[in-house]
């Protein structure tokens, strides 16, 4: 095959992928309001072993982590009170400044000094 007939394949397979692109996924345009998700029959299923809901994200994640450990035959962690406040002291950070970051900047508002 020539390169004037690759190139030509290859520009005729790009149009094709951007024609369906454009097309979305139907739906005709329409103004109408879309329809609401039907509901949930019931919550998926808990696998088994598996550490029950506090509600408390980061005693939540938390269990979970540990949780996992165990599957992979690591050991589990201990909890850490400085490692928690740390923790929530950068995730304050992070909501006063909205931002999402591993860093904190001197002089900004909520900053900790870690």
């Not at 149009?15 to 097309?23: E, F, I, P, R």
């Not at 103004?31 to 005693?59: K, R």
Request: some cysteine.
């Amino acid at each position: 095959m020539s390169i004037l007939q690759r190139w030509h394949t290859t520009a005729a397979a790009l149009a094709a992928s951007g024609m369906l692109v454009a097309c979305g996924g139907g739906g005709g345009g329409g103004a109408s309001a879309p329809s609401a998700p039907p509901p949930s029959a019931s919550p998926a299923p808990q696998e088994a072993g598996a550490p029950v809901l506090t509600n408390n994200i980061s005693t939540d994640g938390f269990n979970w982590i540990n949780y996992r450990r165990v599957q992979g035959g690591m050991p589990i962690l201990t909890r850490n009170a400085q490692v928690d406040n740390a923790a929530l002291g950068h995730s304050e950070y992070q909501r006063v400044n909205n931002i999402v970051s591993h860093e904190q900047v001197p002089g900004k508002q909520g900053f900790t000094g870690a």
